[in-house]
């Protein structure tokens, strides 16, 4: 036991060192790596609204939304985060919204973390192309298909 006790102070000393390093490159990298994750956001927003050459964020609450606009400055659509809790984890999804918001023109998912091969199908264009064209102010329907039918 006293053999044990007097062995575990290296064991100790490099959790301590090892931790406090960890936490140093965290606070030190962390405004960089949220302002590269906020840049791929709105870099995604383009690819939601067809026709976007760039994004603007106009609302950082708690339903992030970036003007989408074309090359010459008008606005071609909006793009909405989203977020949701899926079966094993949250799903966080950015939506396309046409000009006048009235239709879902894409949808992406920025980040799941679902069953392979299972939840994961989220991912597919199949699976998001079914939301293209569906009017805002309608009700989504859930459907559960039968894997012959998919």
Do not use: C, N, Y
Request: no cysteine.
């Amino acid at each position: 036991m006293q053999r044990w006790l007097r062995q575990s102070w290296l064991v100790l000393l490099l959790a301590g060192v090892l931790g406090t390093l960890l936490a140093v490159v965290e606070l030190s990298l962390r405004d960089r790596i949220e302002r590269t994750a906020r840049e791929q956001v709105a870099q995604s927003a383009v690819l939601v609204v067809p026709g976007g050459s760039h994004s603007e964020l106009v609302a950082a609450s708690d339903r992030p939304t970036w003007k989408v606009l074309a090359d010459d400055g008008s606005v071609r659509g909006w793009a909405v985060m989203s977020e949701s809790v899926g079966f094993s984890d949250r799903i966080r999804v950015l939506v396309g919204l046409s000009e006048d918001r009235s239709q879902i023109v894409g949808v992406t998912v920025l980040d799941s973390r679902e069953t392979p091969g299972l939840g994961e199908r989220v991912r597919e264009a199949s699976f998001l192309q079914r939301f293209v064209g569906q009017a805002t102010g309608a009700e989504l329907q859930v459907v559960k298909r039968s894997e012959e039918h998919t």
